[in-house]
């Protein structure tokens, strides 16, 4: 029997912190989300666990249920994909590692497309350092954010379309497990798996690889999410009511760094419920 239902709604369960790519201290996301009406939050830095602790002891002060979370970096070709991971055990050595791994090819990456930038542009590497708190995910919105700070690009928006896109002369790749493994990862460590705006720009994965994610333990989508797309969306709908999948709605929230707002989009307390009870790897903190 599932035990009595702990937390309260709305549930924004995709809030990024300065941890990764978000601009706000992890408590200060939480406050944020609160000042949103939400009340169950989940904090889902990019290949981190590192801001639980901070999130868990603000949201429960603010009388909030903190769902510990993490989006993992993943990768279908040239395609990047993002997996949710709920409620994981932060210190399981196979899932550890792997972030690890990402984080610090992350860093030699940034690196990379910082010197390519800096043939053409006024930017050096301390420029996004000084973006970045220390120990954060490095990504390309803290190569962005020093691209603004230099008056090259108004917003990290204007930076993505240009000097950032993947098709221009300074991207380079970044590592990442294929999305089966990033699955398997997960929930090796006992964390609920959930792809990330499954139907957002590039389009579905195919179907045959959703399957093998779904055979490794995938447990459904975010299907309530701004960048989610037709005819996609309506293809995942169907996929996830046929086979009583987990679906989720959420903001994807990055403070400063993107418009999405906390609450924007929520996820049912039927759906929080069911991912809590698949977890084993980690539990929610209530307040
Ligand atoms: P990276 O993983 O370093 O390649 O950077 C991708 C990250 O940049 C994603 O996780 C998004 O949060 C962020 N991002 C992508 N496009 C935009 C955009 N147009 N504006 C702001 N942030 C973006
Ligand atoms: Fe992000
Ligand atoms: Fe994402
Ligand atoms: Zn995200």
């Not at 201290?25 to 939400?38: D, K």
């Not at 801001?51 to 970096?73: H, I, K, Q, R, Y």
């Not at 590039?202 to 005819?231: C, K, T, W």
């Not at 993107?258 to 084993?280: C, F, H, L, Y």
Request: aromatic share 4%; hydrophobic share 40%.
């Amino acid at each position: 029997m599932p035990g009595p239902r702990r937390f309260e709604g709305p549930s924004d369960l995709h809030l990024h912190s300065a941890n990764s790519d978000g601009t706000q201290p992890p408590a200060e996301v939480m406050a944020s989300a609160h000042r949103h009406g939400v009340r169950t939050a989940a904090l889902t830095d990019h290949d981190t666990t590192s801001g639980w602790a901070e999130a868990a002891e603000a949201a429960a002060s603010l009388g909030m249920t903190f769902v510990p979370g993490m989006e993992l970096s993943a990768r279908h070709e040239w395609r990047s994909v993002h997996v949710l991971a709920y409620l994981p055990d932060p210190d399981e050595p196979a899932l550890r590692a792997e972030t690890a791994r990402i984080r610090s090819s992350r860093l030699d990456r940034a690196r990379l497309m910082a010197d390519r930038i800096s043939r053409d542009y006024d930017l050096v590497w301390d420029d996004i350092l000084e973006q970045t708190t220390d120990g954060a995910t490095v990504g390309r919105p803290h190569i962005a954010d020093a691209l603004v700070a230099r008056g090259l690009v108004r917003d990290r928006a204007e930076a993505f379309a240009g000097i950032l896109s993947p098709g221009g002369d300074y991207y380079v790749a970044l590592y990442a497990p294929d999305p089966v493994t990033a699955v398997s990862l997960v929930a090796g460590a006992g964390g609920v798996p959930i792809v990330a705006h499954p139907a957002s720009r590039g389009g579905l994965l195919p179907m045959r690889l959703l399957e093998r994610m779904l055979q490794a333990g995938l447990a459904g989508f975010e299907l309530g999410h701004r960048e989610n797309r037709d005819p996609g969306l309506t293809t995942l709908r169907d996929l996830c009511s046929r086979r009583d999948l987990i679906v989720t709605g959420s903001s994807d929230y990055h403070g400063l760094g993107k418009p999405n707002q906390p609450g924007e989009n929520t996820t049912s307390d039927e759906m929080v419920a069911r991912i809590i009870e698949r977890a084993t790897g980690s539990a929610p903190v209530h307040p």
